[in-house]
């Protein structure tokens, strides 16, 4: 489908988002543009406005001369599963990128590494690894999300991390300039790093040790069976919602604060796993949030410590 030409008035109806945050004209992309589309769809929570503006671009070539035509002040982010993302009710102002299939292609570059497209699940990450013998990336079958965002968030499960295992990734910067950027650029700390704001990761290069098939296996099949004995993933949720403090367990400090089954509107806390939030079938993103800060209040209140979000909260509250 053809790009929107340039002039094109912003879409109005039903996202939420204020005039002030418009995007005032649109430029022409090879990709997919949707004018005011729904995202709940694209979410794990299922709940959420609208995005002003979703790009499906047809390349990095058609991402880097979109974003390089776009409005400087035009807010930009990036989507990937949406497992690890509360999108607010009132909606995305600006314009939201979702890489396709033309991003999740992985490829062998040598025995222990792999090129990895921006939109590539982790479950295809680490498949392509086990049966290239590459060891070390086991991890990723366990996260539910795409390469861009595992980078962008050092996401991690099972004792290892996405700093463990990166070499380099390639963006296209809000600018619209295409940059290469070490591991080191990144200045990664725990589920953080210093990728620029608006900043579309494209790809990533990922290097892992030699091993033999079987046996890298036979570790994710046990990282996915101790997933599914302990999350809730049956469920309309989202990843984990609040990062573990130093010496701790998120999911010990809300038990033990007595949040265990809490409820705000149609909101739950997992009974399964004190760390996962629940929509339980109608819950507003409101209630998602909100629920999150009462746990938050009482965690501080009870255990003394005040726990950090780990769930990304975008979008305008209505």
Avoid at 247 to 272: H, I, N, P
């Amino acid at each position: 489908m053809g790009g929107r030409t340039c002039g094109r008035d912003p879409p109005r109806t039903g996202s939420g988002v204020t005039a002030a945050a418009a995007v005032r004209t649109i430029p022409a992309a090879a990709g997919r543009l949707t004018p005011d589309a729904p995202l709940a769809p694209l979410v794990w929570f299922k709940s959420g406005g609208n995005a002003e503006w979703l790009f499906e671009p047809k390349d990095a070539d058609d991402l880097a001369a979109f974003l390089a035509g776009l409005e400087p002040d035009v807010p930009v982010m990036a989507l990937g599963l949406g497992s690890n993302l509360i999108v607010r009710d009132g909606g995305v102002p600006g314009v939201v990128v979702r890489l396709g299939k033309a991003f999740a292609a992985v490829e062998r570059l040598d025995e222990v590494t792999l090129r990895c497209g921006g939109g590539a699940s982790g479950i295809l990450v680490s498949s392509t690894a086990r049966d290239a013998g590459i060891g070390g990336l086991e991890f990723l079958r366990s996260i539910p999300g795409t390469v861009g965002g595992f980078v962008r968030m050092n996401g991690g499960a099972y004792g290892r991390e996405t700093a463990d295992i990166l070499v380099d990734c390639e963006v296209v910067l809000r600018s619209g300039e295409r940059k290469t950027l070490s591991r080191d650029d990144l200045a990664y700390t725990y589920r953080h790093s210093a990728l620029p704001e608006g900043a579309v990761v494209t790809a990533a290069t990922f290097r892992g040790i030699p091993n033999d098939p079987a046996a890298i296996s036979a570790e994710m099949d046990r990282i996915a069976e101790a997933r599914e004995a302990s999350q809730p993933l049956r469920t309309k949720t989202g990843g984990s919602t609040f990062k573990n403090p130093p010496g701790d367990k998120a999911w010990r400090l809300v038990d033990a604060a007595g949040c265990r089954g809490l409820m705000r509107g149609g909101a739950q806390v997992s009974e399964k796993h004190c760390n996962f939030l629940i929509n339980t079938g109608d819950a507003t993103s409101g209630d998602i949030e909100a629920l999150g800060e009462d746990v938050r209040r009482r965690v501080k209140e009870t255990q003394g410590v005040e726990l950090e979000w780990e769930i990304q909260r975008v979008g305008v509250a209505k």
